[in-house]
């Protein structure tokens, strides 16, 4: 049991650094120490520092879905629950998502920034996150009974991701708020 706990302490520490410094920035000894493991507990859960990214990045993709479904389904209507994305998005923005880390951007966006060849295990990790959250999008849309699922989920979906970019890039944290307002206009004309 005492080895999974360590394991897990890698992880977190990983995610933590890996989100905060970006992945090549990020050493493996300032894991390692940041982990509070020795070196031998390090390479025995992951053999090299790639396979630790992966683990980060799928660990991210649980908390990140789990956090960011689990804030829409509090809204009654599916309609309600496709805007209020974009407050979970605010929510998120200002740091009250993930209290123990600053907004530093989509981690998922950020790696496949880092590892642009899409052979590449964390970009593959990264395109499935967002595959998947399409895919539940899609069945909210669908459940709010609107025409052509998909193809609304794909366009609240490139509002989703153009305000994340947008407010890591500008640091102008109110994107959420304009592209809700948008999505609203879009909801009322697919009705």
């Known amino acids: 049991m005492g080895h999974s706990k360590k394991r897990d302490q890698l992880i977190e520490s990983a995610l933590q650094l890996f989100y905060r410094q970006g992945f090549h920035a990020t050493g493996v000894d300032q894991i390692i120490s940041e982990a509070g493991v020795a070196r ?11 396979d ?3 683990a980060a990045l799928h660990r ?3 908390k990140f879905r789990q956090w960011f479904f689990g804030y829409i389904d509090r809204y009654d209507t599916a309609r309600d629950q496709l805007l209020g ?21 989509c981690m998922f966006i950020n790696a496949v920034a880092e590892f642009s060849d899409c052979e590449l295990e964390a970009h593959k990790v990264a395109a499935h996150h967002k595959a998947i959250l399409k895919e539940q999008l899609a069945f909210i849309v669908k459940e709010a009974g609107f025409p052509e699922p998909e193809e609304l989920a794909s366009q609240l979906l490139l509002l989703k991701e153009g305000a994340i970019v947008t407010a890591q890039v500008s640091g102008d944290l109110t994107t959420a708020k304009r592209a809700k307002e948008i999505a ?3 909801l009322d004309a697919a009705k």
């Open 40 to 50: 031998m507990t390090f390479y025995k859960h992951f053999p090299s520092k790639d």
């Open 184 to 186: 609203e206009t879009l």
């Open 85 to 105: 994305l974009f407050d979970a998005l605010d929510f998120w923005f200002q740091g009250k998502a993930f209290p123990e880390q600053k907004f530093s951007g």
């Open 60 to 62: 991210r993709d649980e």
């Open 52 to 54: 630790l990214i992966v």
